[in-house]
């Protein structure tokens, strides 16, 4: 699938690897990955909520087609994380692989 789903795999209960769903709250509580965190990719402050993360983690980046969270991704290495991996084509590719979601807050 990619990368980022063959981290999650080797990695998921790491305290060190961090799941961030970068779609809506409205998105985020239709299915997400189990132990993800939300953050809203249009919120106009989105980027300083990325600012608060800690950098020295290692991030799963996604969204629903994988386009905000290629654009999270760029903009955390921009801002000096030390690993950030896109799940490509997003939660569609996901499902479309009949893995598991999580749904409700």
């Known amino acids: 699938m990619s990368e980022a789903y063959d981290?999650?795999?080797k990695d998921r209960n790491s305290d060190d690897l961090v799941l961030l769903d970068v779609r809506s709250p409205r998105e985020y509580n239709s299915g997400h990955l189990s132990g993800s965190r939300q953050i809203n990719f249009i919120d106009r402050n989105f980027k300083d909520q990325l600012a608060?993360?800690?950098k020295d983690k290692k991030y799963i980046v996604y969204?629903?087609?994988g386009?905000?969270?290629e654009v999270t991704v760029k903009y955390m290495k921009d801002m000096g994380f030390r690993e950030a991996h896109n799940?490509?084509?997003g939660l569609?590719?996901?499902q479309s692989e009949n893995l598991p979601l999580e749904t409700g807050k």
């Open 92 to 94: 569609s590719e996901w």
């Open 52 to 54: 608060e993360l800690a």
């Open 63 to 65: 969204c629903q087609s």
């Open 67 to 69: 386009g905000r969270s």
């Open 7 to 9: 981290i999650l795999k």
């Open 87 to 89: 799940i490509e084509g």
